[in-house]
């Protein structure tokens, strides 16, 4: 079955410092991927996507991804975390197994950044 | 322009109830899909409309019904209600688009099943 996997289930950093958050996909064909990101009360927002091109992909608030098809990862960064992206992030895959937009979604990482 | 819109933000139902929830999509999208996220959970596909009609559904039971309005309007309705029901059930719209296509989420309906 396709499956998103998400290394962390919970991180805690200091501000400024630099963050990794490891995805994993299981699905061996074309898929389109996703970060979205939901603040604390507010709605799922994307973060960045990558459907095709440069694999290293740039998003908002200074975050980044990179796809490696060969680890089937995606993992997201972002050289020095503020205060304000405390949030859990989810990484999403859309397989192309024969149409549709369905996003399967891994479990989520709550993210807590300290003063 | 509006975005995704649903309604109520919160309810609570008994057991062996019915519920219906309601989603508007973003103006000029044409395809609504809908998901169920448990607590500490990533969000789980229920199913997609398009055209008025269901074109894909994820592992969920009959229980799981959904409409599609001409205006690309849906409403998520869930019978005979099970306390394992208690989620929050997240509307995403999109365009109809096989590729490269982005889905944009509602605040949420939170369900509470006792």
């Known amino acids: 079955a396709q499956s998103v996997s998400q290394h962390n289930h919970h991180v805690i950093l200091s501000e400024a410092a630099s963050l990794e958050l490891g995805c994993n996909y299981s699905?061996?064909?074309?898929?389109?991927l996703f970060w979205y990101v939901q603040y604390p009360g507010q709605h799922l927002q994307l973060l960045l996507k990558?459907?095709?091109?440069?694999?290293l992909v740039k998003g908002i608030k200074g975050f980044e991804a990179e796809f490696i098809k060969s680890k089937f990862s995606f993992n997201l960064r972002k050289p020095s975390v503020q205060w304000s992206d405390t949030a859990e992030y989810f990484c999403?895959?859309?397989?192309?197994?024969?149409?549709?937009?369905?996003?399967?979604f891994g479990a989520g990482t709550r993210l807590a950044v300290h003063p | 322009d509006a975005g995704v819109t649903q309604s109520p933000t919160h309810l609570i139902k008994t057991r062996g109830q019915q519920v219906t929830l309601r989603c508007s999509p973003k103006?000029?999208?044409?395809?609504v899909s809908w998901y169920q996220q448990a607590l500490g959970q990533g969000p789980q596909f229920i199913f997609q409309y398009y055209e008025e009609e269901e074109r894909q559904r994820g592992n969920f039971p009959d229980r799981f019904s959904g409409h599609q309005f001409p205006n690309y309007s849906s409403e998520l309705n869930v019978n005979a209600l099970l306390l394992g029901d208690s989620a929050l059930y997240l509307c995403?719209?999109?365009?109809?688009?096989?590729?490269?296509?982005?889905?944009?989420f509602g605040q949420g309906t939170r369900l509470t099943v006792v």
């Open positions: 990558y459907f095709s091109g440069d694999p």
């Open positions: 999403a895959v859309i397989p192309f197994s024969g149409g549709y937009n369905k996003l399967i």
């Open positions: 995403a719209s999109s365009l109809a688009s096989y590729r490269n296509t982005e889905a944009f």
């Open positions: 699905y061996g064909g074309t898929v389109n």
């Open positions: 103006s000029g999208h044409d395809t």
